[in-house]
């Protein structure tokens, strides 16, 4: 279990401290039907994990700082988070589109864990953080429909399982017991389902269940590691990134990885990019557009 816990951890630390400082990040979109990709903005330093707000810009992470980027006119901006200045990739717009949910590296917390992630809260345009969930380490992946439930992948015991937490805070409900990794639970439009990547056959792949923890189905049975399922908004598709060498437990930046896109009615499954240089950062986190047609995501490259 320790040699398990160091693997999780080494992976879920920024990226930015796992990657060269002559890293380009290239801003993308790529639509799920005619696969024609679109690059934004090509940035010289390491940006990861875009939100698509519905008033046409993304919220990314870089250097533990969050950021807007403006899709027609590519301005980027800093997006005020307070004392969280050590933000990691796992963020998301609440469905209101009025909050934002921050992981944020709590190095008051009192823990002796050496990474302290923790869940926050704050206005869409900035302000001061809310922490909502008291025990680290802690990373959030999805917010329920109606806006009052995160779901999150969390460390308790040395075991990284999903959990979900009230908006307000409060205690914590753990919704998978498997040995081995539950990473990057993220709801469906209505509600009724979480998709989440699972290690527990010994290989990494989709699974999804109910919102209660029930029913626990596995989605993908390939040779690929395929991690952080995202349902669209309109409930009929998810895209997740495929690594196409088996990272075991680990989704590490810099490996070749590709975009795939499952329909939800037929469980057909397609390529929708190429195989690209990229890992953790390129699609952590929700990231479709508020029409289900295209997705966001990031490809880099290294000098």
Known sequence: MIAYFVIYLLTSLPTFAQSPKDTISFIQTVDVVSGKIDTIASLKAHFEAPNWHPDNYLIMNSYGKLYTLQISSKKIQELPTGFATACNNDHGISPDKKWLAISHNDKKDPSTKPYKSAIYVLP?????????????????????PDGRTLAYCAERNGNYDVYTIGIEGGAEKRLTTSEGLDDGPDYSSDGKYIYFNSY????????????????????????????FAHPSPDNQWIVYIAYTSDE???????????????????????????????????????????DSRKVAFVSYSIK
């Not at 869409?124 to 329920?144: A, D, N, Q």
């Open 248 to 290: 075991k437990q680990a989704h590490l930046f810099g490996k070749n990885v590709k975009l795939r896109l499952m329909n939800l009615v037929t469980k057909q499954i397609k390529d929708i990019t190429p195989v690209f240089y990229g890992g953790q950062g390129t699609i952590n986190v929700p990231s479709w557009s508020p």
């Open 200 to 227: 527990r056959t010994g290989h990494m792949q989709i699974w999804r269940m109910k919102a209660d923890g029930s029913e626990p189905e596995q989605l993908t049975f390939d040779e690929n590691s395929n991690w």
């Open 124 to 144: 869409i345009t900035g302000g001061t953080p809310r922490r909502i969930t008291s025990e680290v380490m802690s990373f959030w992946h999805g917010w329920t």
